[in-house]
């Protein structure tokens, strides 16, 4: 009896509910603001799509759940004007915003140390380049020091693919050798 229940679109009762919402602000019956609902289901989207990735331990879940839900906050701030945010803040936003999501996979498994890597480089790169637009550090020193030191970018992610290959190949067989690695009980 359960095979013939239909499955329901919630994305489609989601468009349907947002559009009639959109449509009755346009005729004046009621007052709508589209960024006040719009970015704070876009958090929710991403905080689910995170929760599912960590629960079926699928990293594409949790990356682009995480880089959604921080910009929608992002967007929902700036919306509401609680803080002061300039309007090129989206550029070092971008390299914060991926540089946690790099984290979040990180979290996901402590075994990946390497993502740290891109974490603390865009993170760090991010920073600078915020505190530059809030007039913290000038931007031209911010600037050349990307431009100079950018191949140690090149370096680090190379030996933090290499380390990684060699720590999944060790794993690897050091599961063939002792077959109780992955069954011991929990």
Known sequence: ????????????????????????????????????????????????AVARGFNQNRRGKIFWGTTLFLYSLFFLLKSIDYFEIYGQTIFPATFIIFGIAFFMLYINNLKDWPFLIPTILLTGIGAAFLLSEYGYIYRWDVIDA???????????????????????????????????????PK
């Open 1 to 48: 009896m359960n095979g013939n229940i239909k499955k329901v679109s919630w994305f489609g009762i989601v468009l349907i509910v947002l559009g009639l919402f959109m449509l009755l602000d346009r005729f004046d019956l009621i007052q709508f603001h589209f960024s006040s609902v719009f970015w704070p289901l876009m958090i929710l989207l991403g905080i689910m």
């Open 146 to 184: 990307v431009r100079i030191y950018w191949p140690v970018i090149l370096i680090l992610t190379g030996v933090g693919l290499l380390f990684r290959r060699y720590n999944t190949q060790a794993n690897e067989a050091v599961q063939k050798n002792d077959p109780n690695v992955g069954n011991q």
